[in-house]
Nanobody, 125 residues
């Protein structure tokens, strides 16, 4: 079992930046592929980005490619999501996720096994 706790969300103007963090406990993250999802009001939760166990490869949704960057620090048992050039449509609750499977699989069902509680990101126009 692994516990994931997100932080770093907040209110930002369009064009601004935020950095989300996801800290893990009870288990080393180095054995897990990690990722970020988001859910906007009235919409289904959607894949944002994922990263392999050692951080060598990352995957992104087309809607965030070139603006968001996922990274990880296994020594700190933490992953990050850098959000740049934010748009109002990026407003959502952002969730950290982990799974023993492949990071590539995060973008399609079934969804990852472990989830954080989410952190709100609000982008004003």
């Amino acid at each position: 079992q692994v516990q994931l706790v997100e932080s770093g969300g907040g209110l930002v103007q369009a064009g601004g930046s935020l950095r989300l963090s996801c800290a893990a406990s009870r288990r080393s993250l180095s054995s897990l592929a990690m990722g970020w999802f988001r859910q906007a009001p009235g919409k289904e939760r959607e894949f944002v980005a994922s990263i392999t166990r050692l951080g060598g490869t990352s995957f992104y949704a087309d809607s965030v490619k070139g603006r968001f960057t996922i990274s990880r620090d296994n020594a700190k048992n933490t992953i990050y999501l850098q959000l740049n050039t934010l748009k109002p449509e990026d407003t959502a609750v952002y969730y950290c996720a982990a799974d023993e499977g492949a990071a590539l699989e995060f973008s399609r069902p079934p969804q990852p096994r472990y989830w954080g509680q989410g952190t709100q990101v609000t982008v004003s126009s």
